[in-house]
């Protein structure tokens, strides 16, 4: 007992005042910080259900481009999530020269179960997908690889833009594993091949 009073005698009070002080801060800071990041991870799932990038592609020639929309932060639902895409055989300063017509193919990663469909126009019942394949590159990753052959053809002498709505579903069945999808990017890569009309 008294070694004890003799060593809590030698330490000296500012210091351990000071580092009391600043170990309780550091503890309430770790904890807001932890809590923060659990707020925001929620508010993102909820802010981004009903919101969809929507992507431009413009075929003025026979061309390949892409686009890419990364799906973060969505979960299970009983409704599908909404991504508009259009193509257009114009720009504000170039048009086509001759009529077009283009194919595209969507490649996702399968890191989720989805289940997708892709709309033209207003008609959302018509599901454009003429083949559904999975495929495997050399470091044994699975990619998925939706195509519409033949979309539409452009007639050069009008302006035209197809518009589609890529429809995709995150099937509620997931919902009972939540470390399943938490922090789960699926990326969709949209590639529109364009041909010259012969």
Do not use: C
């Not at 932060?73 to 504000?92: C, D, K, M």
């Not at 033209?120 to 495929?135: A, L, R, V």
């Not at 052959?149 to 939540?178: F, I």
Request: aromatic share 12%; charged share 20%.
């Amino acid at each position: 007992m008294k070694e004890l009073k003799r060593i809590f005698n030698n330490i000296n009070k500012r210091d351990f005042s000071l580092y009391l002080f600043f170990s309780i801060l550091l503890i309430v800071t770790l904890v807001s910080l932890g809590k923060f990041k659990f707020t925001q991870a929620r508010y993102e799932s909820a802010t981004t259900a009903n919101v969809g990038p929507n992507l431009a592609f413009f075929i003025v020639d026979v061309t390949n481009t892409s686009g890419q929309i990364k799906l973060d932060g969505i979960v299970p639902r009983a409704e599908p999530y909404l991504f508009t895409f259009q193509v257009s055989n114009y720009t504000s300063t170039k048009h086509a020269n001759v009529d077009l017509t283009y194919s595209i193919e969507i490649i996702t990663t399968t890191n989720m179960h989805l289940n997708y469909r892709i709309f033209k126009g207003n008609n959302m019942t018509q599901n454009e997908i003429d083949s559904d394949t999975i495929t495997t590159d050399d470091d044994g990753v699975y990619y998925r690889h939706l195509v519409i052959d033949g979309a539409s053809v452009m007639n050069y002498a009008n302006n035209v833009t197809d518009t589609y709505t890529l429809w995709v579903e995150y099937p509620t069945t997931n919902m009972g594993y939540p470390d399943a999808y938490a922090g789960v990017i699926e990326l969709v890569d949209i590639k529109i091949n364009a041909e010259q009309v012969v």
